[in-house]
């Protein structure tokens, strides 16, 4: 195992703390806990908090210049591209305008679920982060890992390899070094962007699911409150019946009235005039009932003055200008 330099060691103490001091030794790293899709996907129970640590046999580092809002897009692209396929997990962090990731093939987790990888906590921003002058090492197994920022092009620099070759290699260097401790650090999890699309996908489904279900016992609550609403209305037909009565006699009454009444009567005798006179040429200009009186005139030809069948009647003195005279009838 490699430790703190001297150097390393009177920088924590003049800075009052010591790696992951932001999470506490006594208290130990902080618990992950489910986010709102894992809820929602009713994965909540079966999400792991207790991620065990695990060095990769590959892994990649580097940084991108951040864009607010594309940094998933951006840390996965870059990602894909330097572990030569779209299967990458991998973790990033923002700090001082750039995108700091580590990023390794799935392949390489294939005997390693649910597990984390230390190095990640060293990353700027991060628990067990000091400042870019520092190596930080981690060592499992036999394997080691190292992450430095070179001091002259300021870039981030990943090294794996065999902890009794790597090790040698990396202390030779001119720096302050610090060793990454997993009981203490910040769990920093993977993320597989394949994974979470399918989790989202699921969190969808259920959210329509629930949603539908809501929308049916809704509308089968309002057909019942609807349905006991109509069972106790009380029902008092007894006016609406006499309503209904005192209408039907007032129809009936009327009807008779029409009938009793002169008007079909007069409607008959119009009729008759109407036809008498087409067969003389004639014309009914007026057919008036005043007072119980009819009174009704006629143009005639002058041979038929007297009238003719049911047309009888006095001529108005005068001549029409047709060569017609004007027959007045009371009858």
Same mark, same amino acid.
């Given at each position: 195992?490699?430790?703190?330099? /001297?150097?390393?060691? $009177?920088?924590?103490?003049?800075?009052?703390?010591?790696?992951?001091?932001?999470?506490?030794?006594?208290?130990?790293?902080?618990?992950?806990?489910?986010?709102?899709?894992?809820?929602?996907?009713?994965?909540?129970?079966?999400?792991?908090?207790?991620?065990? +640590?695990?060095? &990769?046999?590959?892994?990649?580092?580097?940084?991108? *210049?951040?864009? +607010?809002?594309?940094?998933?897009?951006?840390?996965?692209?870059?990602?894909?591209?330097?572990?030569?396929?779209?299967?990458?997990?991998?973790?990033?962090? @923002?700090?001082?305008?750039?995108?700091? %990731?580590?990023?390794?093939?799935?392949?390489?987790?294939?005997?390693?679920?649910?597990?984390?990888?230390?190095?990640?906590?060293?990353? &700027?921003?991060?628990?067990?982060?000091?400042?870019?002058?520092? @190596? %930080?090492?981690?060592?499992?197994?036999?394997?080691?890992?190292?992450?430095?920022?070179? *001091?002259?092009?300021?870039?981030?620099?990943?090294?794996?390899?065999?902890?009794?070759?790597?090790? *040698?290699?990396?202390?030779?260097?001119?720096?302050?070094?610090?060793?990454?401790? +997993?009981?203490?650090?910040?769990?920093?999890?993977?993320?597989?962007?394949?994974?979470?699309?399918?989790?989202?996908?699921?969190?969808?489904?259920?959210?329509?699911? %629930?949603?539908?279900?809501?929308?049916?016992?809704?509308?089968?609550?309002?057909?019942?409150?609807?349905?006991?609403?109509?069972?106790?209305? /009380?029902?008092?037909?007894? $006016?609406? $019946?006499?309503?209904?009565? /005192?209408?039907?006699?007032?129809?009936?009454?009327?009807? %008779?009235?029409?009938?009793?009444?002169?008007?079909?009567?007069?409607?008959?005798?119009?009729?008759?005039?109407?036809?008498?006179?087409?067969?003389?040429?004639?014309?009914?200009?007026?057919?008036?009932? $005043?007072?119980?009186?009819?009174?009704?005139?006629?143009?005639? +030809? /002058?041979?038929?003055?007297?009238?003719?069948?049911?047309?009888?009647?006095?001529?108005?003195?005068?001549?029409?200008?047709?060569?017609?005279?004007?027959?007045?009838?009371?009858?």
């Amino acid at each position: 195992m490699a430790f703190p330099t /001297k150097d390393t060691l $009177k920088k924590m103490t003049r800075a009052g703390a010591t790696p992951g001091a932001s999470v506490g030794a006594d208290q130990g790293p902080a618990r992950m806990r489910p986010g709102m899709a894992d809820i929602i996907a009713g994965e909540a129970k079966d999400f792991r908090t207790d991620l065990s +640590p695990f060095l &990769p046999s590959e892994i990649f580092g580097g940084s991108l *210049p951040h864009i +607010p809002g594309t940094e998933e897009e951006a840390v996965w692209n870059a990602a894909s591209q330097a572990c030569g396929t779209e299967r990458v997990h991998y973790c990033y962090t @923002v700090d001082d305008g750039r995108c700091w %990731y580590l990023a390794v093939p799935s392949v390489a987790l294939a005997s390693a679920p649910d597990t984390w990888c230390p190095l990640a906590a060293a990353l &700027p921003g991060n628990s067990e982060y000091w400042d870019r002058e520092t @190596v %930080y090492l981690y060592e499992q197994e036999g394997m080691a890992s190292a992450l430095r920022w070179d *001091p002259e092009t300021a870039r981030m620099q990943v090294y794996i390899g065999a902890a009794r070759t790597l090790l *040698p290699r990396i202390q030779s260097m001119d720096a302050n070094f610090v060793t990454i401790n +997993p009981d203490v650090a910040t769990i920093i999890p993977w993320r597989n962007r394949a994974l979470r699309t399918e989790k989202l996908s699921r969190a969808t489904a259920m959210v329509l699911l %629930y949603s539908g279900l809501a929308v049916s016992f809704l509308a089968v609550g309002v057909i019942v409150l609807q349905f006991l609403m109509t069972g106790f209305v /009380k029902r008092d037909l007894a $006016k609406v $019946k006499a309503d209904s009565e /005192k209408l039907s006699n007032d129809l009936m009454i009327n009807a %008779y009235g029409a009938l009793q009444s002169d008007t079909i009567r007069h409607m008959v005798r119009i009729q008759e005039l109407l036809d008498t006179l087409r067969t003389i040429e004639g014309t009914l200009v007026r057919y008036e009932v $005043k007072g119980g009186k009819v009174e009704w005139e006629a143009l005639v +030809p /002058k041979s038929f003055s007297q009238g003719v069948g049911p047309i009888r009647g006095t001529i108005k003195p005068g001549i029409e200008g047709d060569g017609r005279v004007r027959l007045v009838g009371t009858s």
